[in-house]
């Protein structure tokens, strides 16, 4: 395992070279400010856990990028900051937390341009209150936010997804009872492209997990119960099969380096390019990428290192933060 790591962080140097050289770097519209002039307020919230990396990443990567950072927590004043501190942009990170009432209210009143960055799983009571509050709304994903909400008076919404916790998603050794053959994501469908290679017989002597409902029915399967680190999981993992929806589980599977191939219910993205992944779209194809990548391990690293390196390069936090000020700035 740690020389299959060695050999992919020097496959990620050269992929980080290739795309740099046929211009995989996405070139960018001049903003109508200069970023280094700006003064930003961010406001992160006290006791949310998952979300306290992302915050001192996002702050991380504002202090590459403008000129000073303010962070106060939901509970400080917002109010005594804006009277202390010249500032030219909040950016609130959102959380299931709640704003107290007194930093709603400065922020309604406040002229100073304003966005939400909404957390994953965001879907609390004060959203519809402190939405239209926002000159800029930035969502996981495009049902994040209701129809209503979408047209909110002066208020823009923009699907950004958050990266995957590098801390927690990336290439590491795991122990043996995380190890497996196959990983499938998503549920069983007695008529579906992963149902049908089960059934011809691709799947059989090899320790297969499944993340989904329905493969008791299909095969002899280990079934991944919720409480279990995925993290480990996907590093453990010789090859997954993603028949679900959620680009969030195609980013942080190609965060840790891991092979996969992504079927046709992946959600699409404007934010994410997945001809950078191995995709099928029938049994036939979904054979044919198997059998070929399950016999080369090579073709299989590479492929991971390319996708490793896509994350790496282009949807880390500092650019998904530059890409969040393009946004509301050009």
């Given at each position: 395992m740690r020389k299959h790591m060695e050999v992919q962080q020097l496959e990620l140097n050269q992929q980080w070279l290739n795309m740099m050289q046929v211009g995989s770097i996405?070139?960018?519209?001049?903003?109508?400010?200069?970023?280094?002039?700006?003064?930003?307020?961010?406001?992160?919230?006290?006791?949310?856990?998952e979300m306290s990396s992302h915050c001192v990443l996002i702050e991380q990567s504002l202090k590459h990028?403008?000129?000073?950072?303010?962070?106060?927590?939901?509970?400080?004043?917002?109010?005594?900051?804006l009277s202390s501190y010249e500032v030219d942009l909040i950016m609130v990170i959102g959380s299931e937390e709640n704003l107290p009432d007194e930093n709603i209210t400065a922020l309604r009143s406040t002229t100073v341009k304003k966005a939400i960055w909404l957390s994953v799983d965001q879907h609390g009571n004060q959203s519809e209150t402190?939405?239209?509050?926002?000159?800029?709304?930035?969502?996981?994903?495009?049902?994040q936010i209701?129809?209503?909400?979408?047209?909110?008076?002066?208020?823009?919404?923009?699907?950004?997804?958050?990266?995957?916790?590098?801390?927690?998603?990336?290439?590491?050794?795991?122990?043996?009872?995380?190890?497996?053959?196959?990983?499938?994501?998503?549920?069983?469908e007695p008529d579906g492209i992963v149902s049908a290679i089960v059934k011809l017989g691709l799947?059989?002597?090899?320790?297969?997990?499944?993340?989904?409902?329905?493969?008791?029915?299909?095969?002899?399967?280990?079934?991944?119960?919720?409480?279990?680190?995925?993290?480990?999981?996907?590093?453990?993992?010789?090859?997954?099969?993603?028949?679900?929806?959620?680009?969030?589980?195609?980013?942080?599977?190609?965060?840790?380096?891991?092979?996969?191939?992504?079927?046709?219910s992946v959600n699409q993205s404007n934010g994410i390019d997945l001809s950078n992944f191995q995709q099928y779209n029938s049994c036939e194809e979904l054979t044919q990428k198997f059998e070929h990548y399950w016999q080369s391990v090579d073709a299989r690293r590479l492929a991971a290192s390319h996708a490793l390196a896509y994350m790496k390069y282009n949807q880390s936090h500092l650019q998904k933060t530059l890409r969040l000020l393009d946004i509301i700035f050009i």
């Open positions: 996405p070139t960018r519209e001049v903003p109508k400010v200069i970023y280094k002039e700006l003064n930003v307020l961010l406001i992160t919230p006290c006791n949310d856990r990028l403008v000129r000073n950072v303010n962070e106060i927590k939901y509970i400080e004043s917002v109010s005594a900051c402190i939405l239209p509050i926002f000159d800029h709304v930035f969502t996981q994903h495009s049902t209701s129809d209503d909400q979408h047209h909110m008076g002066s208020t823009v919404s923009h699907e950004l997804f958050m990266p995957p916790d590098p801390h927690l998603f990336c290439p590491q050794a795991v122990p043996p009872e995380y190890e497996s053959d196959v990983y499938i994501i998503g549920d069983a799947l059989d002597n090899k320790k297969v997990r499944v993340d989904g409902e329905g493969w008791a029915q299909i095969g002899d399967f280990y079934p991944v119960h919720t409480n279990e680190a995925r993290q480990m999981l996907y590093n453990g993992s010789k090859l997954v099969i993603h028949s679900g929806e959620s680009i969030k589980n195609v980013m942080e599977i190609a965060a840790c380096g891991t092979f996969q191939l992504i079927g046709p």
